[in-house]
Structure formats: structure tokens, C-alpha cells
Nanobody, 126 residues
Framework: QVQLIESGGGLVQAGGSLRLSCAAS????????MAWIRQAPGKERQFVAA????????YNADSVKGRFTISRDNAKNTVYLQMNSLKPEDTAVYYC???????????????????WGQGTQVTVSS
């Protein structure tokens, strides 16, 4: 049974930082591209950041470039999202998602992810 368990969310003031973690089990983690996706109340899910199975390539949404950094530790089956300079508009539930690696990878195609976590709430106060 595949599980993706997010942690690290919480309440933070604008300008603060949080580090999200997503621990994976039940799959060969190093065979999966990983992503963070968020959903704000009343809005559609939005791509945030992604990292390829090897960690060699990363992708970021324009709205988080320069502020968020995705990384992974294949030895620990964990992917991270370091979030700095947080803004109130970053408030959302943050999900991690896994996609079995294929010859091509388009991280913004949310419908192509194979597994999703339950999400962790991030709230940024102004």
C-alpha cells in the first residue's frame, strides 16, 4: 500500500519560513518524480514545485521562484519543500504527489500523478 504523508505545515506570519516534508512508503521512491501541489479555499489545485527521480532537475511555479526550494533524499524516501518569504497568498493545503518516471515529464500535468498525500495546511497571516 502506497502512502505519502506530509508534515511541517502550520501557522506563520508573512515573511516567515516553513519546511514541509513528505515521507513515502510502499513504492520504490527513487523511481518516482515528485511534486508539491497546493489548493487554496475555493480555488483549483495549483502546481508549486517538482523534482525528478534523480534530483537532477527541479521545476518551480513562477509564483514561488526565488522563495521555495524542493529537494529530496532518496535514502530517506522523503521529499521536502523549503518555503521562505511566505506571503498570505501562499495559504493553502499543500499536497505531495508521485509520478512513476517515464521518458518525458511534464510536472504541471496534475492528472498524471499516480499517488497523492492527504495534505498539510499552511496558513500565512498578514
Amino acid at each position: 500500500q502506497v502512502q505519502l504523508i506530509e508534515s511541517g505545515g502550520g501557522l506563520v506570519q508573512a515573511g516567515g519560513s516553513l519546511r514541509l516534508s513528505c515521507a513515502a512508503s510502499g513504492l520504490t521512491f527513487s523511481s518516482y518524480d515528485m511534486a508539491w501541489i497546493r489548493q487554496a479555499p475555493g480555488k483549483e489545485r495549483q502546481f508549486v514545485a517538482a523534482i525528478t527521480w534523480s534530483g537532477r532537475s527541479t521545476y518551480n511555479a513562477d509564483s514561488v521562484k526565488g522563495r521555495f526550494t524542493i529537494s529530496r533524499d532518496n535514502a530517506k524516501n522523503t521529499v521536502y519543500l523549503q518555503m521562505n518569504s511566505l506571503k498570505p497568498e501562499d495559504t493553502a493545503v499543500y499536497y505531495c504527489a508521485a509520478k512513476l518516471r517515464r521518458s518525458t515529464y511534464t510536472p504541471t500535468r496534475l492528472g498524471e500523478y499516480d499517488y497523492w498525500g492527504q495534505g498539510t495546511q499552511v496558513t500565512v497571516s498578514s
